[in-house]
């Protein structure tokens, strides 16, 4: 391919939904057909276990093939069939997730029309919807500089791409400097990315308190604990951002808040000492408590932003330090061990 088409081809791919890792991974694949994961982690400054993750993502996807002998690695689709098979999976989602909208607008639009209306100091109603990147991003910023006392946020999913890490830079190296209080909690899989968790350790270095957890359902920002922001992705559609001032909605919002960062981990801590049977980490308690109440394998990963692969390696890795021949057993020993 060349560099015009690796271009436009990123572009597309990005625009589409695959994170940027995977992204390269993939295009380094048709440009380095026989690379192995060690050599595309050394053209591209990553390190192998980056590699491996998103090939893993990239076969979740159907976006590599095993090749057509044992002995051949694993091989990209075409890019064609790459983006048919991404807006194809992206069309499926956003059924699911609009659904979802539909109801959370609907139950906001009831909560409006049974109070009076009124407008607090930020000269706006008690809940609002913003559309698109650049409204979303200019209402952080102002929020953000006009916070006084506290800024918590959630930050779930997949890692912050390098580019926003930068926007974000100066915002939070300003409010570090007028005293406000900042706590950012994360997702594990965020800060598994080495420019993420550097980030956090620069925040931590502010003075941010830094947790990490291993779900975290919704993108959220408290402001002063009298305004959150969440943050709402759409496939294929620009994001949408629900600010809300009523604090019949702020309150459990804070509540749910202190709740998951009270049950966090501090950013590198020590792990506690174990005793000679290793115990689970906090990802794979989650993990096995999802499973247990249903999910499948495609759904808890979403919700813990790890792939389809990741779930059943861990899950493998589970049933064997339980001596378990099923996951039904699995979950049963986990139990008496009480890890759930």
Not at 299 to 324: C, H, N, P
Request: aromatic share 4%; proline share 7%; net charge negative.
């Amino acid at each position: 391919m060349s560099d015009t088409s690796n271009t436009m081809g990123e572009q597309v791919l990005t625009a589409l939904g695959l994170d940027t890792i995977c992204v390269q991974v993939y295009l380094t694949m048709h440009s380095a057909p026989e690379a192995d994961a060690e050599q595309i982690a050394e053209r591209l400054g990553l390190q192998t276990p980056e590699v491996v993750d998103a090939l893993d993502e990239l076969s979740d996807l159907t976006l590599v093939r095993p090749g057509l002998s044992p002995a051949q690695k694993l091989r990209p689709v075409s890019i064609e069939r790459a983006i048919h098979t991404l807006i194809r999976q992206q069309s499926e989602q956003l059924k699911i997730q609009s659904g979802s909208l539909t109801m959370l607008q609907s139950a906001m639009k009831e909560l409006l029309a049974s109070r009076p209306g009124r407008e607090d100091s930020f000269g706006h109603a008690d809940v609002e919807t913003l559309t698109g990147g650049e409204p979303i991003q200019s209402l952080i910023e102002r929020l953000i500089l006009r916070a006084t006392e506290s800024i918590w946020s959630a930050i779930p999913g997949r890692p912050i791409s390098p580019q926003l890490l930068e926007v974000a830079r100066p915002f939070d190296e300003e409010v570090s400097q007028r005293g406000v209080i900042g706590r950012s909690l994360y997702q594990n899989s965020v800060l598994a990315d080495r420019r993420n968790l550097d980030y956090a350790r620069w925040l931590g270095g502010l003075g941010v308190e830094i947790r990490s957890t291993p779900v975290i359902p919704i993108r959220t920002i408290i402001v002063d604990r009298s305004v959150a922001a969440i943050l709402y992705p759409q496939p294929q559609l620009p994001p949408e951002m629900f600010v809300i001032r009523e604090p019949a909605l702020v309150i459990p919002l804070i509540e749910l808040y202190e709740m998951s960062w009270a049950a966090a981990k501090p950013l590198d801590a020590p792990n506690p000492k174990q005793s000679e049977e290793k115990g689970p980490t906090p990802q794979e308690v989650a993990l096995l408590r999802l499973l247990a109440s249903g999910s499948t394998d495609e759904a808890a990963g979403k919700k813990l932003g790890i792939s389809v692969r990741t779930v059943r390696r861990i899950m493998a890795d589970l049933m064997e330090r339980l001596e378990a021949s099923s996951r039904f057993e699995a979950g049963h020993k986990a139990t008496q061990r009480s890890w759930l």
